[in-house]
Structures are given as structure tokens and as C-alpha cells.
């Protein structure tokens, strides 16, 4: 007989632990299944100095909280990993490592066929709590670069010194690749960034973090239904900003006066020669025009609440590219490595269920899907801004885990009719 369970839940990280919890605490029979380890990502992809954007006080998962000595602080790597594995100790949770699955499938008892690396499992109800990031993004015209250039994905990067000698090409300016460049850069190397139209944020406005003040403002907590641009906003890439030596702002017109090098969007590879489009100023005026719009919001909450908070002035570019670079000639440059930083793309090339969009993305609402028993968890703007975080993947959880206690239990169709 194939192993049975109520549900089983796909992903053993923070998202498939917290509600795991719910799980447990409602007595559902469950099991996580984890193809690596506990925390693994946040220990295996992550590089060195890596640290959280958000403040530790925003680590909060059911029954389990940041207790250390500096809630404003940020985590750094080896820290939230400890934090995610020491999660799954403090409840009795039936997380299985090292079991990938391979194929799930819709059971004709209404259920769902799991095969593993371990064998077959019949589930009830399934959730797949695996992310949103599952496949490094290089693109095609990267295989026109020279042989003699070192390329990785952001995914790989780990630190200055595990690159080849010379300049540093880091393509894409989202969280990571705005930290990778700076991390480069405070080791000494001279880095050459391309630019594409991440946004930005301000560590801190007006005595306090620019998180606190979201938080406080209930701005992770509007959901995306209820937010201009509706379930667009999922593709949105995050603010960059940095937790590092405390937290601070990172700006690219800084990096510039600092040395680095910076582009517009590299459109092609041409005789190993690349090539920009023009948008490296526009670039930087937008992600500076929403890092201000964001300090017009809490002034305006500031002055709604009558809040006593210290004035500060606002930011004015510290730089401005005289021309706009078109064309770098890779053979000249100094360039010996390459850091791919435009993101990831999703894989359910496993899960064989009618759920998704013609881009491969879940169609689901609040990770409910149309299929009976089949939920998702931990995506991007899977409810709120907050559900990718630690701060808001617990209440993401409770309510699936109220639709799975309310569900009727499907048991396989072999032992009913032995039954």
C-alpha cells in the first residue's frame, strides 16, 4: 500500500515549517518534505557578508520569535540560518531531508500521487511551499563571452576572493546585485555595474527605519487586490538597500564617485564587445524618485498622527554621469568575471496539476487554487508586500491552514475499499 498522509507539504524552509506548526497544533497528519536540508538556502546561497534587508525584530514565524540582544540589528547569514533550523526544533515537525519530489500528480480518488526519491506517497491535500525561486536566469547572448571570463550566477557568489583576478562585471541591480557590488567594491575590486530599473529605499528617515515606519504605516499588510496595479506588483523587483554594518543606504551615485562603473542596460554581446541601451540616468532618477516617494508617505503619516519625529532634509544626487557609456570592449577591459544578478524564474515542471498561467506562474488567490487541496505557500506578493518575509509567512499559513482543517479528508481509494 502507498504511504498515506492528510497532507503533505512540499518545501521545508520557513515557509513549509510555518505551517507545519498550524499543522501540529491541530493535530493533521502531515509530513514536509525537504530535498536538501533545513535552512539549506539560506546557508548554501547566500554569500559571506550577506545579511538581511529587513531588521530582526521582522523575524517572527509562528510560536517562534527574534529574542536576541539587538531587534533593530540584521541577521546575518549563518544567523538566519541558525534561526530557520533552530525553528524546526522547537515543535515536534515531520520534516523529512533529502527527499526530492519528481512528479505530482491529481489521484482519481480526488487526492494527489507523489513520487519521491523515496518512494510513492498519496496525500489528501498538498502544499507546495518551495518559493518562487527556483531556476538561475543567465541569459543566451552569455555564451558569446569569452571562454577566459569567469561566469557565475549571483546564486554562486560567495566573496571577492573566490573570483579570478581583475575587474568584476555585475549584471543587475536588484537586492543582491546592488549588495555583490558594494561587497566587491569594499574588497578592493574595481566593478563594473550594469543598471536596470530596480528601485530603491532609504535605511532610515526621521529617526527610524524605513521598515518600522512601513510597518508601522500597515503598508506590508495591503493586500494585493487592494493595491494599485492589482497582481502586477508580483513581478516587481524588491527595493535595494542593505543591512550591512548596521544598515544602511546604498546609492549607486555614491558606488560612482567611489570608483565604480556604471551602464545602462546591456541590450547585446557583439564580437566580445557589449552593448548598452541609454537608461542608466533614467534609472538612477527613478529609483531615487521612489526612494523619495517613500519618505512623502511617512511624512504625510507623520503629520496625520501628530507623530514628534526629528525633521531631516531630503536627498540630492551626489552624481550624474557626464555621458552615457554605449559600447565596452571585453578584450581591453580588465574584466575576468562576470556575476549574472537578473534574477530567477520558476520550475513546477514536477507538479502535472492545471494551476498555472501561460508564463508558468500559479494561478491561485491568497494560495488557494482552483483544484481542490492543492495550495501554495511562500511565493512574492502571495496576499501582501509581507509575505515574503519572515514577518508575515505565519499569517499566509494560519489561513491556508484553516481551509485545510475545514477540507474533508481524502483517503486513497485502496484502503476504502478494503474498509
Known amino acids: 500500500m502507498t504511504e498515506h498522509h492528510d497532507v503533505v507539504v512540499i518545501g521545508g524552509g520557513q515557509a513549509g515549517l510555518s505551517i507545519s506548526w498550524y499543522l501540529v497544533q491541530r493535530g493533521i497528519d502531515h509530513v514536509v518534505l525537504e530535498r536538501d536540508s533545513i535552512g539549506h538556502q539560506w546557508r548554501e546561497g547566500r554569500w559571506d557578508s550577506f545579511t538581511l534587508v529587513t531588521p530582526n525584530w521582522q523575524c517572527d514565524l509562528p510560536g517562534y520569535h527574534y529574542t536576541g540582544e539587538d ?25 523529512r531531508e533529502h527527499v526530492s519530489v519528481s512528479s505530482v500528480t491529481q489521484s482519481a480518488d480526488g487526492g494527489f500521487d507523489i513520487e519521491t526519491t523515496t518512494g510513492a506517497l498519496h496525500a489528501g491535500q498538498v502544499v507546495v511551499a518551495t518559493g518562487g525561486y527556483h531556476v538561475p536566469v543567465i541569459p543566451r547572448f552569455a555564451e558569446r563571452l569569452p571562454a577566459s571570463i569567469e561566469q557565475i550566477h549571483s546564486s554562486r557568489y560567495r566573496s571577492s576572493d573566490a573570483l579570478p583576478d581583475g575587474d568584476v562585471l555585475v549584471v543587475g541591480n536588484g537586492q543582491s546585485g546592488a549588495q555583490i557590488a558594494e561587497d566587491l567594491m569594499l574588497s578592493g575590486r574595481t566593478v563594473h555595474l550594469v543598471t536596470g530599473g530596480a528601485p530603491r529605499v532609504a535605511r532610515f528617515y526621521r529617526g527610524k527605519d524605513c521598515v518600522a515606519w512601513l510597518h508601522e504605516m500597515g503598508t506590508y499588510d495591503v493586500s494585493i487586490a487592494d493595491h494599485p496595479g492589482g497582481s502586477a506588483k508580483r513581478e516587481n523587483t524588491n527595493h535595494y538597500v542593505t543591512g550591512r554594518d548596521g544598515g544602511r543606504d546604498i546609492d549607486l551615485r555614491d558606488f ?15 564580437d566580445e564587445t557589449l552593448h548598452f541601451a541609454p537608461t542608466l540616468e533614467a534609472s538612477l532618477d527613478a529609483a531615487d524618485a521612489v526612494a523619495e516617494s517613500i519618505k512623502d508617505s511617512i511624512d504625510a503619516y507623520i503629520a496625520r498622527e501628530g507623530i514628534d519625529a526629528p525633521n531631516e532634509s531630503r536627498y540630492v544626487p551626489v552624481w550624474r554621469p557626464e555621458q552615457e557609456t554605449a559600447s565596452l570592449d571585453l578584450s581591453s577591459s580588465g574584466i575576468g568575471s562576470v556575476v549574472w544578478s537578473i534574477g530567477f524564474r520558476t520550475d513546477y515542471q514536477w507538479l502535472h496539476v492545471g494551476v498555472f498561467d501561460g508564463e508558468g506562474h500559479p494561478c491561485h488567490n491568497r494560495g488557494v487554487t482552483a483544484v481542490p487541496g492543492l495550495f501554495f505557500l511562500g511565493l512574492p506578493w502571495q496576499h501582501t508586500w509581507g509575505s515574503g518575509r519572515f514577518a508575515s509567512v505565519g499569517r499566509d499559513a494560519e489561513y491556508l491552514a484553516d481551509r485545510i482543517e475545514f477540507a474533508a ?9 478494503l474498509a
Open 256 to 270: 560612482a564617485l567611489r570608483g565604480m562603473k556604471l551602464y545602462g542596460r546591456l541590450i547585446d554581446v557583439v
Open 71 to 95: 531587534p533593530d540589528g540584521f541577521m546575518t547569514r549563518e544567523q538566519t540560518y541558525t534561526f530557520v533550523r533552530g525553528y524546526a526544533d522547537t515543535f515536534p515537525a515531520p520534516v
Open 409 to 417: 479528508p481524502v483517503q486513497p481509494a485502496i484502503e476504502s475499499s
